[in-house]
């Protein structure tokens, strides 16, 4: 089993910026892609941004140019680097690890970021 545990999340100005963490712990592939997915009320869960275990990197269009995955394999956490926020920000944002070889998914619990004046 792997647990995700997110942190980062709070109440910030549009403008401003956050850094979301995402620390995977227990029997913890080696090779997996890292994920940042997120959810406002009402709405779907949209992907957000990827990063394969090579560093590959995928963004969503209503995010390029302001937000950035990385990842440090030493810690086994993955971050979301969010810039110039806007209030369509606004979701809870929940951390996903695709362990390829098993053919399972796991979940965070999720890191509320609210975008507001």
């Known amino acids: 089993q792997v647990q995700l545990v997110e942190s980062g999340g709070g109440l910030v100005q549009p403008g401003g910026s956050l850094r979301l963490s995402c620390a995977a712990s227990g029997s913890v592939p080696s090779t997996n892609d890292m994920a940042w997915y997120r959810q406002a009320p009402g709405k779907q869960r949209d992907l957000v941004a990827s990063i394969t275990s090579g560093g590959t990197t995928y963004y969503a269009d209503s995010v390029k140019g302001r937000f950035t995955i990385s990842r440090d394999n030493t810690k086994n956490t993955v971050y979301l680097q969010m810039n110039s926020l806007k209030p369509e920000d606004t979701a809870v944002y929940y951390c996903?690890?695709?362990?390829?070889?098993?053919?399972?998914?796991?979940w965070g619990q999720g890191t509320q970021v609210t975008v507001s004046s």
């Open positions: 996903k690890m695709k362990n390829w070889i098993a053919g399972v998914d796991y």
